[in-house]
T-cell receptor, first 114, second 113 residues
């Protein structure tokens, strides 16, 4: 069965420091992978997605993620975190070839210290 | 960009009553909408897939008679929690699919007293 694991429930980084949020997935075929950010009172916003091609994906707000098939990972990175990046981050995998169904990881709460 | 709204954003109801939550795609047509449930500090769990003009497909373990989903138009899906109980208190989120993208609503906080 498909699944997504985000090993870090809570991460605290200093503003200006680099960030890496981990995501591991279990999926039989080539996965469709997503990273979303959830801020209080707002809907989930898509940061980036991987369907195929270049394994390093650039997203919005300066985020990037790298798909590593050998490690079943899709880690999210940002070189310099801003205080406004504090939020909940979810990794997700597309559960079917064209169903649109998503399976989400448990989420990682990012806290940014001034 | 594509916008999805949900109404209401918060609702408090008494145990045994029913509550309807609306999900609208404001500037695009969505043949498919999804309903998720999110418990505090937990992930989103898919409840059902709603296709316009047809019956919703429920995930395993989700009571279809309790969580009634209607997708009457390409821009509106509704979730009705029937005979709500305190354990139904949760954050309900919808999403609407346009081509390969999904757009999420801001969620509805349901509290059953």
């Amino acid at each position: 069965a498909q699944s997504v694991t985000q090993p870090d429930i809570h991460i605290t980084v200093s503003e200006g420091a680099s960030l890496e949020l981990r995501c591991n997935y279990s999926y039989g075929a080539t996965p469709y992978l997503f990273w979303y950010v959830q801020s209080p009172g707002q809907g989930l916003q898509l940061l980036l997605k991987y369907f195929s091609g270049d394994t390093l994906v650039q997203g919005i707000k300066g985020f990037e993620a790298e798909f590593k098939r050998s490690q079943s990972s899709f880690n999210l990175r940002k070189p310099s975190v801003h205080w406004s990046d504090a939020a909940e981050y979810f990794c997700a995998v597309g559960a079917g070839s064209n169903t649109g169904k998503l399976i989400f990881g448990q989420g990682t709460t990012l806290q940014v210290k001034p | 960009g594509a916008v999805v709204s949900q109404h209401p954003s918060r609702v408090i109801c008494k145990s045994g009553t029913s509550v309807k939550i609306e999900c609208r795609s404001l500037d695009f047509q969505a043949t498919t909408m999804f309903w998720y449930r999110q418990f505090p500090k937990q992930s989103l769990m898919l409840m059902a897939t709603s296709n316009e003009g047809s019956k919703a497909t429920y995930e395993q373990g989700v009571e279809k008679d309790k969580f009634l989903i209607n997708h009457a138009s390409l821009t509106l899906s509704t979730l009705t929690v029937t005979s709500a109980h305190p354990e139904d208190s949760s954050f309900y989120i919808c999403s609407a699919r346009a081509t390969a993208e999904q757009y999420f609503g801001p969620g509805t906080r349901l509290t059953v007293t």
